[in-house]
Structures are given as C-alpha cells and as structure tokens.
C-alpha cells in the first residue's frame, strides 16, 4: 500500500499542476476573445526583465548556500563515536534507525534559505534603484 501512495503522490501533483496550467492558459485565451469581440483591445504583457534577474539572483543565492552548508558541514569535527549508527529491529515489518542528530540537514536547509533570501532581496534593491533612475 505504501508503495502505491508513493507513485500516486507524485502523478497527482503532477496531473493536477498540468491540468491548472492548461485552464489558466485557456480561460486567459477566453478573456482575450471576449474583449476583442467587444471591440477593446486586450492588454499586453510588459517585460521588464525583472523576472529573469530575480530567478538568476536567487539560484545564485542558493547555490551559494549550499557551497557554504557544505563548507561548514566539511569542518565540524568528527567524533568517531557518532559515526556508529544502528538498526533495531522492532518487529519483522518495522526497522528504526538510530544515529545521526541531523545537523547537517538543518545547516544545509538554513543556509539554502538564508542565502536564497540574500538573492532575492538583492534582486528587489537593484530593482528598485532601476526604477529611481528611470523616473
């Protein structure tokens, strides 16, 4: 059973992401049509860029985060004690792992964050001064 929610959940999330993109595509198409035939003229986009330096600022950002969690993660000394981890068996259908207190994950998880944050509030500063120089 566990087994089958595991292919289901991503299939799901997978249909149901398509099938909002597909409506949102056609209900914007449907609302272009209806102005044109009242005889307005439908809006168009306007690109600024904005949107592309925002991404690129953020990947920047995380990937940075990662560099550096790696970093840290590399340089906390190890004690050979915590490098034993065990397995209990429960019972014949349950294992429990022990071992391991998660800090890694917790300083990759905040500095991917933290980082990524870093990007996009450096995005919003530069588009901000773009838009002073341009009033």
């Known amino acids: ?57 953020l990947a920047v950002g995380v990937g940075l985060g990662i560099l550096i969690a790696f970093l840290i993660v590399q340089a906390i000394p190890v004690d050979p004690e915590s490098l034993t981890r065990t397995l209990e068996v429960v019972d014949e259908e349950h294992i429990e792992y022990h071992g391991g207190n998660g800090i890694a994950g917790a300083i990759y998880s905040a500095n991917i964050l933290i980082f990524g944050g870093l990007g996009l509030l450096s995005a919003y500063i530069i588009h901000r001064k773009q838009k002073k120089l341009e009033n």
């Open 1 to 57: 059973m566990e087994t089958f929610l595991g292919v289901l959940v991503p299939i799901t999330l997978f249909l149901g992401l398509f099938t909002t993109l597909v409506f949102m595509r056609k209900y914007q198409n449907d609302e272009r049509m209806s102005m044109i035939e009242k005889g307005l003229e439908p809006a168009r986009k306007r690109s600024n860029g904005f949107g592309t330096l925002r991404f690129a600022l």
